[in-house]
């Protein structure tokens, strides 16, 4: 590294015989004079004066799409390789990086013993009930679960105390794999447009009859409730004509009142209703959706407070849970008051959370929040799935489920246009655009209905790189860059706002899938000089670098398109940092003026060797030549830093071996 130093030291007397004037290629020609720089809060001045700054909260997805895990043996309640199990030996490591909430997959009983939970089968079988050809989840055991969440309340929580937090996917969209058919009345509808019938009614036969024979044997234990084809409003399978379509579950017609010459099109009518005239039926019926949207008929069918995308996204897959029936309600109410107070669970990611009722939800949210208090002294984490590409959906549904009078932070939504943000940008740089510019990252690539959910409101952003949904092999795929989300990981961990989550697959890998997707390795492997990726992920050492330096006000520098860069103050008691990232070409380094520090302090990288680690003086006006190479990130702390020794971090990525 001897002529990165030598190349920093040129550059730094360029600078400095330019009074102030930053390097040409990556800074504006003239520069305004430097802020005064603070004296530094050192925490023996602040003693006794300031309380103590919590650690910064992580959240950690602790699964992919193809986890190994094994099931306990007939009649004995724990296994070695249970993921539960499993999660329980990992847990105090990653608590050591920083994660103080770990995100569960939906551990409810499934349609079958490797159903990963999203085909949800019985809300309230934990693992506990003969059901399904298996007494354990995919993911091990109400036991294990039980010993998971022990292990959880010993550990240091969002803010030092109380445990890490364990956040339950719920699944109360849909239910699947129903043990008997019942028959329902249903018309068939437009896939393109839900709310358009193509069909009269008619008379199916579905899987709706729930009777939990694992449950029942014990006394319907936990909940008396048995579903039946009144409590769906949809489904996709047909059994008598064996046939797939989308059926909307509807109220006996001879029940509804009759639809009059005002409610067209009329499903089943010779041309919809509309004039005898067979050539022009299609265009009539164009103008009249065309005019407003379809007669809604009365009765049972899609409720309204869900997204409008196909005109009503009620509708998404399996047997659609209706939340206009007092019972579906009372029970999923139940459900999620004894998942806090009795299982132990600290908050819910609400999957398809745009799917089902936003106002079911609203209320849905306000006892869960009252359980929580009950048990934990403080209100449940609740995030919803509303992976829209538009913050526009975002903050329409945050602003439904928030009941009046309640805090802002009463929900959140995971950041979905920053992910796609993440994806352009990773893209452009794959095609070697002149449009790929880090800078676009918040705002969106021009349309203001694009910019990140962290950037119009942080305090209800989680912020991501990558899910079990958007991974490799998905139909939700985001494509990007492994060695790139390092620089993303970094935008999301050591900024301030939002909440920040690392995915299993980015950290540990995926497996190969039981359908031929590749196996990946850990992800975030920068380029190396003398090579493509490097050996090690930084991921590890950007998680303990959250918990130990991002602290403190936040300055940004973002005056180049392929190179960013901000600064973190620190607190009285915590140090800050210097972050620089840039998608130039990897053998290609940039030099970033920025005020950091003290005059005559040495800031080193972290994420650097000990050997051969750039090293930047800090001189009289407070700026420092920040330097970094293409493709990669950088951070920078105090030479004098505790924790030093600590990086890069030693981690071991793989979790079946431990």
């Known amino acids: 590294m001897s002529w990165l130093k030598q190349n920093l030291s040129n550059l730094r007397d360029e600078f400095s015989s330019a009074s102030g004037a930053p390097p040409p290629q990556h800074q504006p020609t003239t520069a305004p004079p430097p802020p005064p720089v603070p004296p530094r809060p050192y925490p023996s001045q602040a003693s006794g004066q300031q309380g103590y700054t919590p650690d910064n909260p992580l959240l950690f997805q602790a699964f992919e799409w193809h986890n190994k895990s094994e099931s306990p043996p007939p009649h004995e309640t724990h296994c070695h390789g249970s993921h539960w199990s499993r999660l329980s030996r990992l847990l105090p490591k990653?608590?050591?990086?920083?994660?103080?909430?770990?995100?569960?997959?939906?551990?409810?009983?499934?349609?079958?013993?490797d159903g990963n939970g999203y085909d949800c089968?019985?809300?309230?079988?934990?693992?506990?009930?003969?059901?399904?050809?298996?007494?354990?989840?995919?993911?091990?055991?109400?036991?294990?679960?039980?010993?998971?969440?022990?292990?959880?309340?010993?550990?240091?929580?969002?803010?030092?105390?109380?445990?890490?937090?364990?956040?339950?996917?719920?699944?109360?969209?849909?239910?699947?794999?129903?043990?008997a058919v019942e028959e329902a009345w249903a018309v068939e509808v437009d896939g393109h447009d839900r709310r358009v019938e193509i069909c009269a009614p008619k008379k199916i036969e579905a899987w709706l009859k729930y009777e939990f024979p694992g449950r029942e044997r014990e006394g319907m234990k936990y909940s008396p409730m048995k579903w039946r084809a009144e409590h769906f409003s949809g489904t996709d399978w047909d059994q008598r004509s064996q046939k797939n379509a989308i059926y909307k579950l509807i109220d006996d017609p001879a029940t509804c009142p009759r639809p009059n010459d005002q409610q067209l099109p009329m499903p089943g009518k010779p041309n919809n209703g509309f004039n005898r005239f067979a050539r022009f039926a299609k265009d009539a019926m164009k103008s009249a959706l065309l005019d407003g949207p379809?007669?809604?008929?009365?009765?049972?069918?899609?409720?309204?407070?869900?997204?409008?995308?196909?005109?009503?996204?009620?509708?998404?897959?399996?047997?659609?849970?209706?939340?206009?029936?007092?019972?579906?309600?009372?029970?999923?109410?139940?459900w999620g008051r004894w998942m806090v107070e009795d299982v132990g669970i600290s908050g819910f990611r609400l999957d398809a959370a745009q799917h089902f009722s936003w106002h079911f939800?609203?209320?849905?949210?306000?006892?869960?929040?009252?359980?929580?208090?009950?048990?934990?002294?403080?209100?449940?984490?609740?995030?919803?799935?509303?992976?829209?590409?538009?913050?526009?959906?975002?903050?329409?549904?945050?602003?439904?489920?928030?009941?009046?009078?309640?805090?802002?932070?009463?929900?959140?939504?995971?950041?979905?246009?920053?992910?796609?943000?993440?994806?352009?940008?990773?893209?452009d740089v794959r095609r070697g655009s002149k449009n790929a510019d880090l800078r676009t990252l918040l705002s969106g690539p021009g349309d203001p209905d694009k910019q990140a959910l962290v950037a119009v409101r942080p305090y209800q952003a989680v912020t991501f790189v990558t899910s079990h949904d958007t991974q490799t092999g998905q139909a939700s795929c985001v494509p990007m860059d492994q060695g790139l989300k390092a620089l993303f990981y970094a935008f999301i961990l050591l900024r301030a706002g939002g909440l920040p989550y690392v995915f299993w697959g980015d950290l540990y890998g995926v497996c190969e899938g039981k359908k031929g997707e590749a196996a990946e390795d850990?992800?975030?492997?920068?380029?190396?000089?003398?090579?493509?990726?490097?050996?090690?992920?930084?991921?590890?050492?950007?998680?303990?670098?959250?918990?130990?330096?991002?602290?403190?006000?936040?300055?940004?520098?973002?005056?180049?398109?392929?190179?960013?860069g901000w600064t973190r103050s620190g607190t009285h008691d915590r140090p800050g940092c210097v972050v620089i990232m840039s998608i130039d070409k990897p053998n290609q380094w940039t030099v970033k003026s920025m005020v950091a520090g003290q005059p005559g302090e040495r800031w080193i990288d972290i994420l650097k060797g000990p050997e051969g680690r750039p090293e930047v003086v800090i001189d009289e006006q407070g700026r420092g030549l920040f330097a970094c190479r293409g493709h990669t990130v950088s951070v920078y702390v105090r030479e004098d830093t505790a924790f030093l020794g600590n990086f890069p971090v030693e981690f071991d990525h793989d979790p079946y071996s431990q």
């Open 361 to 427: 939800t609203r209320e849905w949210i306000g006892q869960v929040h009252a359980a929580s208090r009950r048990r934990f002294g403080k209100d449940a984490f609740v995030v919803g799935e509303v992976l829209a590409a538009e913050v526009s959906r975002q903050l329409r549904w945050l602003d439904t489920v928030t009941p009046q009078g309640c805090g802002t932070q009463l929900a959140y939504a995971f950041d979905a246009p920053l992910l796609y943000s993440f994806s352009r940008v990773s893209e």
């Open 94 to 113: 990653l608590n050591e990086l920083g994660v103080t909430s770990v995100w569960l997959p939906p551990g409810c009983k499934a349609n079958n013993p």
């Open 294 to 334: 379809p007669a809604k008929r009365p009765g049972k069918g899609w409720v309204d407070d869900v997204d409008h995308t196909h005109g009503n996204y009620d509708y998404l897959l399996f047997s659609n849970i209706y939340y206009h029936h007092p019972e579906v309600r009372n029970d999923i109410l139940q």
């Open 522 to 564: 850990p992800h975030c492997r920068p380029p190396c000089e003398d090579g493509p990726h490097c050996e090690n992920p930084v991921l590890p050492s950007l998680m303990l670098a959250r918990k130990l330096f991002a602290y403190g006000a936040q300055t940004d520098s973002m005056d180049s398109q392929s190179c960013i």
């Open 121 to 179: 089968y019985d809300l309230w079988d934990l693992g506990e009930f003969d059901q399904k050809y298996t007494r354990s989840t995919r993911w091990g055991s109400r036991e294990e679960l039980h010993d998971l969440v022990q292990t959880a309340s010993k550990l240091h929580g969002p803010h030092g105390y109380g445990g890490v937090e364990l956040i339950w996917d719920a699944v109360l969209n849909h239910k699947t794999a129903g043990d």
